[in-house]
């Protein structure tokens, strides 16, 4: 089974910043049903990509997350910012079909 990563904000610079492999971050609300149907998606995925591209779940409620969030401009969820080298590749917000985010994840790999 595919390891997705609960990050937080004081760990997010060295999950996902400094990653070897692309990363794929779906920022989410516990408590909001459209980040749990996105959810199904991404697991999903994690697992046809294991090795390839890193997950990680970022919850906006958790922390110093909000501030975090606001910088990459989410201002709802699920919002999905697919990055590679450190940068922004991507960013999809609302929930997205398995067959765009392997669209969009084939075009860095």
Do not use: H
Request: glycine letters at 6%; aromatic letters at 12%; a neutral charge.
């Amino acid at each position: 089974m595919a390891n997705i990563e609960l990050v937080v904000n004081e760990y997010f610079e060295q999950i996902v910043i400094q990653a070897d492999l692309p990363v794929l971050v779906c920022f989410f609300a516990e408590w909001y049903s459209p980040c749990k149907k996105q959810a199904l998606i991404v697991n999903k995925l994690a697992e046809e990509f294991y090795g390839k591209v890193k997950f990680a779940r970022l919850d906006i409620d958790l922390g110093g997350n909000r501030e975090l969030a606001l910088g990459y401009d989410v201002f709802s969820v699920p919002t999905l910012i697919l990055f590679s080298n450190g940068e922004v590749k991507e960013t999809m917000i609302g929930v997205t079909s398995k067959y765009k985010l392997k669209q969009k994840i084939g075009q860095i790999l």
